[in-house]
């Protein structure tokens, strides 16, 4: 301004003028298609706008056009990184909708695989945030345990990617005895595959088991690589610091929340399948800047490994049905469709017409590896839900990214999207 | 229902009073209704209250009822809100009804909530309902110059346009769709008792 009223020209004003940079929707720092219109004045950031919804495929209303069922493997598509938490919050808001109650084993499993899940999710997170930051190593590391997990997901449902395990009245199947194992081929020797099946010898829980002997000392390599980095630090200490009251004013949950310093965890407070019976710690942040928040994430997947290694411990004792008896709305076991009338009836009636959920409203939420992942469903007593709302943690975290970046340097901005862990398959729905 | 629930219900109506149009207890969750006009002072009074402590807003979301039960005779649109206490660990759902069927519109809860903002948003893009006093009620999840509102039940599954790339123009533009509407599985409503042999 005063540059302006020593020269006294229009040309000055213009030269000193903030200008808007559009950062994506094709940015591989932004973590799919998320466009982002800054204003910079200079380099540091005064308003960014985010602009979603690239990925919209009005899941929510598909689904008000399926039947109960048919509607779960959808929520694998909504974050494709943390994919079963996803179907557990659509599984605990029918089934509470229905009133009914599923195995104990059913929800063993489910927790166990919600841990799994937490790993895969973190680890894909911690990989790509780094990657993003500029440490290509992390990724290389990360991806080499992950990989592990998505062969249990393979063995235990079919599918890497989009299980569709879990079900409205338990897991659709128990797991498997066998872990599937490596072949000779072309590219791989007798000598590679028989130290590659090493650990695949025994059952899914014997090559889970296994993993978790093996994940703290990998655990302790993300540490090396990161924790006392200079170059991490710099980037991540004091950048997007968040107050407690500003986090619960923004709607924050899950390590967001915690890395604020607040203490809330939905499987502490408000324990759902058997995390009352497992022992685990909840980690909390104390300056609520991204540096906190990726410290309580990788305290979390430790953490996501002990509670694993109680579930394959209570598993391996107590054998039992994984799936709710009641046929009017859980598909009946196979076999006795060969036989039982009345099981072919309720198979044919299940898969054709769908369950029937009692009028009313339920909101289930649980908690997802980015924070509260919630499903509101209201059903109107017919077979399709009336309307089914997703509550998705990310698209409430990325709301914030005006308040968090401004004032931060542009560079700082691929941070704070790392440090939010936003997947925009949640976000856009 | 539980001990806390019970105490959760009676503040709340001692709280709130003449303002709770409806109170739902049902699943191990409440519900209330509140009315257009009291429902800002409602929420601020959620939030306020120490004994409620509704720190947190956990979801907003619209629901369009015309096509509910098949028999709908009550307004139309409405804001769900979930609210959820960190001090007393507990959940609260909101339902407030907008006066006019053909133009909803309802207060903006962001500056008791910033957290709302992107939901009232979605909500405006999807069911068309109004937030006033909100300071950016963009789009959000469409796509830029949409016309309608998707989620409202007379809204066609496949939607009334589709993109295509027209080579004459050189760009992607818009046609009408070429989908024809169908129902994969079609809406079956029992009546009570269905199914329990008679007994």
């Known amino acids: 301004m005063a540059m302006a009223a020593i020269e006294g020209t229009e040309e000055t004003m213009s030269d000193i003028r903030n200008y808007t940079l559009n950062f994506g929707p094709q940015h591989p720092a932004a973590h799919g298609v998320l466009r982002l219109v800054l204003e910079l004045d200079g380099e540091v950031v005064v308003r960014a706008d985010p602009h979603i919804g690239l990925l919209h495929r009005g899941t929510e209303k598909l689904a008000e056009n399926r039947t109960w069922a048919q509607s779960l493997p959808y929520m694998d598509r909504l974050d494709y990184t943390c994919m079963m938490c996803s179907e557990h919050a659509y599984c605990l808001a029918v089934e509470r909708l229905l009133g009914i109650e599923i195995p104990e084993r059913a929800k063993y499993l489910r927790t166990l695989f919600d841990e799994v899940t937490r790993l895969i999710g973190h680890l894909l997170s911690l990989g790509t945030h780094a990657l993003d930051v500029g440490a290509m190593g992390v990724m290389l590391y990360a991806f080499r345990e992950r990989e592990d997990l998505l062969d249990v997901y393979e063995a235990a449902t079919g599918a890497r990617m989009h299980p569709a395990y879990y079900r409205i009245g338990g897991v659709s199947r128990d797991l498997p005895d066998h872990m599937p194992q490596y072949r000779e081929s072309k590219w791989k020797n007798a000598a590679t595959v028989k130290k590659l099946n090493e650990n695949r010898q025994g059952s899914l829980l014997d090559f889970l088991e296994d993993f978790t002997e093996r994940f703290p000392k990998h655990h302790a390599e993300y540490h090396t690589l990161l924790t006392d980095n200079r170059i991490w630090k710099q980037r991540l200490v004091n950048i997007g610091i968040v107050s407690p009251e500003r986090a619960k004013q923004l709607g924050f949950t899950g390590a967001m929340l915690r890395g604020s310093g607040i203490e809330w965890d939905l499987r502490k407070k408000q324990p759902y399948a058997a995390y009352d019976k497992v022992d685990f710690d909840v980690p909390v942040g104390v300056n609520g800047d991204s540096y906190d928040r990726y410290l309580v994430r990788m305290e979390e997947m430790l953490q996501a490994n002990r509670i694993i290694k109680q579930c394959i411990a209570w598993l391996r004792t107590h054998p039992g049905a994984v799936m709710a008896e009641n046929h009017k709305v859980t598909p009946p076991r196979r076999a006795d469709m060969k036989s039982n009338m009345e099981s072919l009836i309720h198979h044919f009636k299940y898969f054709s017409e769908g369950i029937h959920v009692p009028e009313g409203e339920a909101y289930a939420a649980v908690e997802h590896p980015k924070g509260e992942f919630g499903i509101y469903a209201v059903s109107d007593g017919a077979n399709k839900p009336y309307r089914l709302k997703i509550r998705s943690p990310g698209f409430v975290h990325l709301s914030s990214m005006n308040e968090m970046a401004r004032g931060h340097m542009i560079a700082d901005v691929v941070t704070i999207i790392g440090s939010q862990d936003i997947v925009f398959g949640e976000i856009d729905r | ?199």
């Open chain 2, 1 to 199: 229902m539980s001990a806390k629930l019970e105490t959760l219900e009676n503040r709340l109506r001692e709280t709130l009073g003449e303002r709770l149009a409806r109170l739902v207890a049902a699943l191990g969750e409440i519900t209330i209704e509140t009315r257009v006009a009291d429902y800002l002072e409602t929420m601020r009074l959620l939030r306020d209250t120490p004994e409620l402590g509704f720190d947190l807003l956990v979801d907003l979301c619209g629901v369009d009822y015309s096509a509910y039960g098949g028999n709908w005779t009550g307004r139309r649109y409405a804001a769900v809100t979930h609210l959820l206490s960190v001090a007393h660990n507990w959940r609260l759902r909101v339902r407030v009804f907008a006066e006019a069927d053909d133009f909803p519109v309802l207060p903006s809860i962001v500056p008791v909530w910033n957290s709302a903002n992107w939901f009232e948003r979605e909500a405006f893009d999807l069911f068309g309902i109004l937030f006033e006093g909100h300071e950016d009620l963009r789009r959000i999840l469409t796509d830029y110059n949409f016309v309608g509102h998707p989620f409202r039940k007379d809204f066609p599954l496949a939607g009334h346009v589709e993109m295509h790339y027209d080579p004459e123009l050189g760009r992607v533009a818009y046609r009408p769709v070429s989908i024809a509407p169908r129902e994969l599985a079609p809406t079956v409503r029992r009546e009570a008792g269905y199914g329990d042999g008679g007994n």
